[in-house]
């Protein structure tokens, strides 16, 4: 099967960030840990791309979402340099850059269930299927806790590399918070765009 270029470059950014963050990271149970969601995008997006070709945006962003993953993976999110740099620079408590990687675990899924939902016309655009999609995308990030409480729980040393939580006694109310805001920022920021892009389906 010959690949088109968008999804070559796709691929070697991929493939070259997952290499960069594979070579000496922090340490490697918490990497895996980290970046193992990034790899099973990549193995369902290869497995479904002949019965479903998503949108560029989705695409995109689907990628962004990957290297903001295995950058976390490399370093700990409390220990990626430019969260570092914002929290001196700002006099911030703590380093941030986890909250992009929950920001995008709401945005995501919430631009992937919209695209399904729209495209296998099981829900019309309109308020329920914004109800939907902000819905789901909760509930992934929701699902995604238990797994981060129950590493914890089975691993004392990467417990804190992998959480995050830096001291935060309110991370867990505040990682839901930003995928609060990624699933509305897909609802009511990009639908437009995603809608465009979306009627070259038709």
Known sequence: MTLEKPVIVWLVIFSSVLFWSAWSPHDYYTWV???????VALVVLAQTRRRFVFSA?????ILLHCVVLMVGGH??????PIGEWFQSAFDLQRNNCDKLGHLLQGLVPALVAREVMIRLQVLPAGGWLRLFVISFALAVSA???PIEWGVALLSDA???????TQGDVWDT???MAMALVGALITVFALSR???RQLARFD
């Open 33 to 39: 840990l980290e970046v193992l969601p990034a790899v």
């Open 158 to 164: 990467a417990a804190e590399s992998f959480l995050g």
């Open 75 to 80: 370093y700990t999110y409390a220990e990626v």
């Open 193 to 195: 765009l995603h809608d």
């Open 173 to 175: 109310q505040s990682d």
């Open 143 to 145: 699902a995604y806790e």
């Open 57 to 61: 945006l989705a695409y995109q962003l």
